[in-house]
T-cell receptor
Framework: GIQVEQSPPDLILQEGANSTLRCNFS?????LQWFHQNPWGQLINLFY???GTKQNGRLSATTVATERYSLLYISSSQTTDSGVYFC???????????FGAGTRLFVKA | DTGVSQNPRHKITKRGQNVTFRCDPI?????LYWYRQTLGQGPEFLTY????????KSRLLSDRFSAERPKGSFSTLEIQRTEQGDSAMYLC?????????????FGPGTRLLVL
């Protein structure tokens, strides 16, 4: 099955700093999503981005499907950005969604 | 649109007991997914429904686990003869079902502790 690797595993930022989170996947995918899991466990979808670039406020994401990676950019980080960021993909054969292990972000005030 | 809801939010049970969780998807969402998440890990896919049909099941879904979506609306996940290894967060998600692949919207989860 598809393997999903996220890096870095942990990240500590000073408020206001920028960061880039990476997601590598081992095979062609039909679906790629980025999620933020807050400290209470709620998963919030950030982007549905199987290819191309999208932006939403301080967040943007780029997926290069041919090279099997996606990047999530966080600019001007805030303490409320803390939590775990997950990349999730579904293979071309069905709807089984595979999550990476996540990047744990802590933003210091 | 009230979002995906799950009940109960927390469940403590003794080993060997049966438990049942409920998920109510966003209204008119045809697709429904169940996941399990253990501490420090990403969610693991368990099963997927298109309306009332269960179309995919993970090998993680042993014969002690069963999921239903009888009328294509809410879904239940039952675990029989619980084991301590079943302790986890059980997450439900739904999506509209109008495109081949779509954004999934997650509920708050049910946290299970098996003593």
């Amino acid at each position: 099955g598809i393997q999903v690797e996220q890096s870095p595993p942990d990240l500590i930022l000073q408020e206001g700093a920028n960061s880039t989170l990476r997601c590598n996947f081992s095979d062609s995918v039909n679906n790629l999503q980025w999620f933020h899991q807050n400290p209470w466990g709620q998963l919030i979808n950030l982007f549905y981005i199987p290819s191309g670039t999208k932006q939403n406020g301080r967040l943007s994401a780029t997926t290069v499907a041919t090279e099997r990676y996606s990047l999530l950019y966080i600019s001007s980080s805030q303490t409320t950005d803390s939590g775990v960021y997950f990349c999730a993909v579904a293979d071309t054969g069905g709807f089984k969604t595979i999550f990476g292990a996540g990047t744990r972000l802590f933003v210091k005030a | 649109d009230t979002g995906v809801s799950q009940n109960p939010r927390h469940k403590i049970t003794k080993r060997g007991q049966n438990v049942t969780f409920r998920c109510d998807p966003i209204s008119e969402h045809n697709r429904l997914y169940w996941y399990r998440q253990t501490l420090g890990q990403g969610p693991e896919f368990l099963t997927y429904f298109q309306n009332e049909a269960q179309l995919e099941k993970s090998r993680l879904l042993s014969d002690r686990f069963s999921a239903e979506r009888p009328k294509g609306s809410f879904s239940t996940l039952e675990i029989q003869r619980t084991e301590q290894g079943d302790s986890a967060m059980y997450l439900c998600a739904s999506s509209p079902g109008t495109e081949y692949q779509e954004t999934q919207y997650f509920g708050p989860g049910t946290r299970l502790l098996v003593l």
